[in-house]
Each structure stands twice: as C-alpha cells, then as structure tokens.
C-alpha cells in the first residue's frame, strides 16, 4: 500500500500545451517528459456498491503492464487528496478478485460477491509526466508531474480528460500547492477534486458527483482558531465542487451557491477582529471582493431575469479561462495551511485565538446585534443595505456554529435575519421598503436576538 497525495487541476488544451514549454517545469525537470498512453477499466457492481463507498477499482494497461489498482476512501480538502492505493501486476488483463481482501477492502463490502464486478467504464489517456524536484529550505521535494489528454467513456456518453496532475514523491503537502500556485500565476489552472472515476460514473447519472462535504463538526470548547479553519476550510472546498459541477452542467442554483459560499468566506474573514489582522487577510480579502463585485451582481439580476441565467454559463466559462479562479482557490489553501492569519499577532490576538468558541461567539453576536441599530431601519429601511457587511457576518456564523449557542430559537432568528438579508439586497420600491420594515421589526422581536442585545 501507499499513500497517494496529489492535486488535480483542470486545463485547456492551450494550457496543457503551455505547461509542457513552462519556464518554471523546465528548470526543475530532471527526468524529460516520459510519453506514455493508459488505457483504464473500471468495475463496479450493477448496484455502485463501490462507489457508494468511495472506492475505485480498475484495470490498467500501461504498455506491456497490467496492473490492478484499488482506491480506497481518503479525504480532500480544497482540491488536495489523499487516499491509500494498492496496486498490484497481473499476468493478463483480467480482474483478480482473490486481491480484493484483508486490510485493502473495506468493512462495509465485505459481505460483497465479488463475482457482481463488472467493466463499467473506461479512462482512456495520454500522459506526459516528468519528475520535478527542487530544495525547499533544507528539505528536498519531488513532485510528479503529469499532463492528461484523453476520454472518459461510459456507453455512449463521453467527456474529455484534460488536466494537470501533481503528485507528491517527496516533501511536505504544502510543496503540491506552492508549485501549483506559481503556475497558476500565468496559466488559467482549476483546482478540482473529481477523480477520473467519478468522471465516469457522473456520466451515468449527472447527479452523482456529491456536492454536500461533511459539515465541521463545531463544538463549544473548539478554539476560535480551529472553528474558522475547519469553516473556511469546508467553504473553500464547497465553492470548488459547486464551480466544477456548474461548469459541467450549468444549473443556475449551483451558481447561486458558489456566491453563497464565497460571500459567507468573506464574512468569515471580517469577523475575527484582532485573531486575524486585516494585514494578514488583506489579500484574501481583495480578491474575494473581486470575485463578488462581478458575480454577486449578476446571481441578484438571474433571479427575475431568464436571459442572465442563460448567459451565465457562458460567462463562467470566460471566467475559468482566467487566471483569477484558480490563483485565488491555491493561495486560499496556501493561506489556510500555513494558518497565516495567527503568523504576527500580538498577544491580545492569540488569546482571542486561543477561546473556546461557546465565549468568543455570543460576544461577537451580541457586539454586531447593538451595533446593527435594527430600531433604526425600521424607520430608514431605504438605509438597510449599508448594514449587509454586519448582517452577513452574523448569518455567516449563525449558520454554522449556532449549536454551540445557549440562546432560545437561535434557528428562527437565522431564518429570519435570512430573509431580512434578502430584502436588502432587493431593488428599492414603496412595497420592497414596506417588507424591508416589517421584517426588521420581526428580526428585533425574536427572543434570541433580544438575549443578544442584553449580553
């Protein structure tokens, strides 16, 4: 068994072809590109009992080898996977159940009939790969780099194969994403954690590519700085599945989403105070608010309007030819993996830090709750935009970690701030500043938020 570490970025045939000639690979190749065709079965039973377990089994013909290969569950975090493999050579190409047992298959399929295994799909490709190897301080990376052209193909559906595989040989995680970000400084990468095999059986059902990850699981003695990590963590890898699958299918609501987990980051990012300086978030922040000023707009106009919503997936398309997607999701990672924010703190900072969230957060609430003025608006609705920034921040928080909050209908307020936040981003008419009024009126009456306001 090894440990399989890599990162797997999409690319255009223009950007494969670049990465081939690119300055940076050139100067660190020390093996020349190694041109090699692969060609892939992959097996399943009639029910996708594999792949409701996360595992990947296949065949591949790599020129005169035959190599069985088993993938097991592993975990990806913003584009960076890991997951144990096991490979084995066999004399002819033919599916070796008596392999698939002990501690490679896993509990749930054991009580499986192996004999149920069946060719479902191929991934056929073309790799260039060469070993790219550098010093790092004192360390030594090897990363293997690999440029993939070819085709998924499942019956009669098909789609391309066109993307940049790192892998990492030796070296630390965060070696993958400073390679890749220096790349995508030029080159219009796109972080993406869909495997080969889930392209596959994406093909059968569109729907299958999970967008849902795992919610952090935020408990009441977790540090202020474990909670922001795991949150941002979570969004930043949501905000990449939901843009692969838009660009895949092009549903107006995994757009709408993709801005939503882009403007809950960027609430985040406001709302720790002296944990995380603005000096330290200054970046992030600029190029979230690039990302938003564009497309927040638009997401706003495509909810009355059929033709933005026609036209977006165009538009998202131009997007991903830019470099600006993928250099803000790799040097997000970067910034989250070296915890960049907690670097040059002052002691006032690593103590708020340090606090368990159940402290930290009801303070934070309950500071934004007075200075939100909600009495105010309910006399100026017309005014209520000005307030997003603060009412966003709270939503943000409120939506992920009000469990860990010790207040009566927290989720009613939630809902309610919700709808609240809605109405101020709506175009402002005598019936929109009406409802504006109203629900400012229902947000200020709710048990929780008076408990806020008295803390």
Same mark, same amino acid.
């Given at each position: ?74 975990? %990806?975090?913003?584009?960076? *996977? ?24 896993? $509990?749930?399929? &054991? ?42 193909? @499942? ?107 882009? *403007? ?15 000096? %330290?978030?200054?970046? !992030? ?6 990302? !938003? ?12 309007? $059929? ?6 997936? $165009?538009?998202?398309?131009? $997007? ?8 803000? %999701? ?12 907690? +670097? ?26 007075? @200075?939100?003025?909600? %009495? ?7 005014? !209520? &935009? ?14 992920? @970690? ?7 209908? &927290? ?20 019936? &929109? ?6 629900? +400012? ?11 806020? !306001?008295?803390?």
């Amino acid at each position: 068994m090894q440990k399989e570490t890599e990162i797997k970025l999409r690319v255009s045939r223009e950007t494969l072809a670049a990465l081939r000639e690119h300055p940076l690979l050139k100067k660190r190749n020390k093996s020349g590109w190694e041109r090699r065709e692969l060609m892939n079965q992959y097996f399943d039973t009639p029910e996708r009992d594999l792949a409701q377990a996360k595992v990947a089994l296949r065949l591949r013909r790599d020129g005169e080898e035959v190599i069985q290969t088993l993938k097991t569950r592993g975990q %990806s975090i913003a584009g960076l *996977s890991e997951r144990n493999e096991y490979d084995w050579k066999l004399p002819k190409a033919k599916l070796d159940v008596k392999k698939l047992d002990g501690e490679c298959w896993p $509990e749930q399929l &054991a009580e499986l009939d192996k004999k149920t295994l069946k060719p479902i799909f191929t991934t056929d490709f073309v790799r260039e790969r060469a070993e790219i190897a550098w010093g790092r301080g004192k360390a030594k990376v090897v990363i293997e780099a690999a440029l993939d052209l070819g085709h998924v193909i @499942a019956g009669k559906q098909k789609e391309e194969i066109c993307e940049l595989e790192l892998e990492l040989r030796e070296g630390e995680p965060a070696a993958l994403l400073e390679l890749a970000a220096e790349l995508a400084a030029t080159l219009a990468l796109m972080p993406c954690d869909i495997s080969k095999a889930e392209r596959g059986y994406r093909l059968f059902d569109a729907n299958s590519y999970s967008l849902s990850l795992p919610a952090p699981k935020l408990t009441a003695e977790l540090p202020l700085d474990e909670a922001f990590a795991a949150l941002s963590w979570h969004l930043l890898s949501s905000s990449q599945r939901l843009a692969e699958q838009y660009r895949f299918n092009g549903h107006w609501r995994l757009l709408q989403e993709w801005v939503e987990n882009l *403007s809950e980051l960027r609430a985040l990012l406001g709302s720790l105070g002296q944990a995380a300086p603005r000096q %330290s978030t200054h970046d !992030l922040r600029v190029a979230l608010d690039a990302l !938003l000023e564009d497309w927040r707009p638009l997401v706003q106009a495509g909810q009355d309007d $059929e033709d933005v919503r026609k036209a977006a997936p $165009e538009q998202f398309a131009e $997007e991903l030819e830019d470099v600006r997607w993928g250099l803000f %999701s790799l040097n997000t990672s970067r910034w989250l993996l070296a915890r960049t924010w907690a +670097a040059e703190r002052n002691i006032r900072g690593n103590r708020q830090g340090a606090a368990q969230l159940a402290n930290w957060l009801p303070r934070l609430l309950a500071d934004e709750a007075v @200075a939100l003025q909600l %009495s105010r608006y309910q006399q100026q609705p017309e005014d !209520l &935009a000005e307030q997003l920034p603060r009412i966003e921040r709270i939503l943000s928080w409120l939506h992920h @970690a009000r469990g860990v909050l010790e207040i009566p209908e &927290a989720d009613r307020l939630y809902g309610e701030l919700k709808q609240l936040q809605q109405l101020a981003n709506e175009p402002i008419t005598d019936e &929109a500043l009406d409802a504006r009024k109203q629900q +400012a009126i229902v947000v200020f009456q709710n048990r929780a938020w008076k408990m806020l !306001l008295r803390m």
